[in-house]
T-cell receptor
Framework: DGGITQSPKYLFRKEGQNVTLSCEQNLNHDAMYWYRQDPGQGLRLIYYSQIVNDFQKGDIAEGYSVSREKKESFPLTVTSAQKNPTAFYLC???????????????FGQGTRLTVV | AQKVTQAQTEISVVEKEDVTLDCVYETRDTTYYLFWYKQPPSGELVFLIRRNSFDEQNEISGRYSWNFQKSTSSFNFTITASQVVDSAVYFCALSEGGTGRRALTFGSGTRLQVQP
């Protein structure tokens, strides 16, 4: 089945450690995104990538890094520089349609990261 | 910069009541796209609708309907004859076309509780 797979579903990190969240899609979508959701709040954009080997910072990129070496994959690293990393992280993808705008985004099931 | 406002933090209704979720947006682009997503307790976002800025026709899909009014920059969502299964957090979102920001900008969400 086509879709977006995020792993792991739950992740525990010690303070000072880097951790990488996985996001894979088999929808053949060009664009991929990472969002962060805190309890009772909306989604905030961390990074996004319209095409392979290119990505842009979103609204809250500090303390995070990404790579886009393959169309299917967009891993997110939460570094020790991120002061408050405990949150729910959602990955998404959409089709790029030039001037017609991107299509609707499809989301993975999310990774819940907790710093212990 | 784009912005989406969902002023209703939480709404509680009794089953079979109609309910309207409000969404107001800001953008400087003339070409943009509006979305609604549903987030059930499982956490994954479910796409409901995508609307472009040139199409102001209201849309109905079963018990769901959407009212897009450019004059007031609003894109409201109505659920008719609500059911317990409609209980979720609903997000309104905006993306831009052309050279604007393609990634979705989300509102803070409205939590809908439908009581039996």
């Amino acid at each position: 089945d086509g879709g977006i797979t995020q792993s792991p579903k739950y992740l525990f990190r010690k303070e000072g450690q880097n951790v990488t969240l996985s996001c894979e899609q088999n929808l053949n979508h060009d664009a991929m995104y990472w969002y962060r959701q805190d309890p009772g709040q909306g989604l905030r954009l961390i990074y996004y990538s319209q095409i392979v080997n290119d990505f842009q910072k979103g609204d809250i990129a500090e303390g995070y890094s990404v790579s886009r070496e393959k169309k299917e994959s967009f891993p997110l690293t939460v570094t020790s520089a991120q002061k408050n990393p405990t949150a729910f992280y959602l990955c998404a993808s959409s089709r790029y349609r030039g001037d017609a705008g991107n299509t609707e985004a499809f989301f993975g099931q999310g990774t819940r990261l907790t710093v212990v | 910069a784009q912005k989406v406002t969902q002023a209703q933090t939480e709404i509680s209704v009794v089953e079979k009541e109609d309910v309207t979720l409000d969404c107001v947006y800001e953008t400087r682009d003339t070409t943009y796209y509006l979305f609604w997503y549903k987030q059930p307790p499982s956490g994954e976002l479910v796409f409901l609708i995508r609307r472009n800025s040139f199409d102001e026709q209201n849309e109905i899909s079963g018990r769901y309907s959407w009212n897009f009014q450019k004059s007031t920059s609003s894109f409201n969502f109505t659920i008719t004859a609500s059911q317990v299964v409609d209980s979720a957090v609903y997000f309104c979102a905006l993306s831009e076309g052309g050279t604007g920001r393609r990634a979705l900008t989300f509102g803070s969400g409205t939590r809908l509780q439908v009581q039996p």
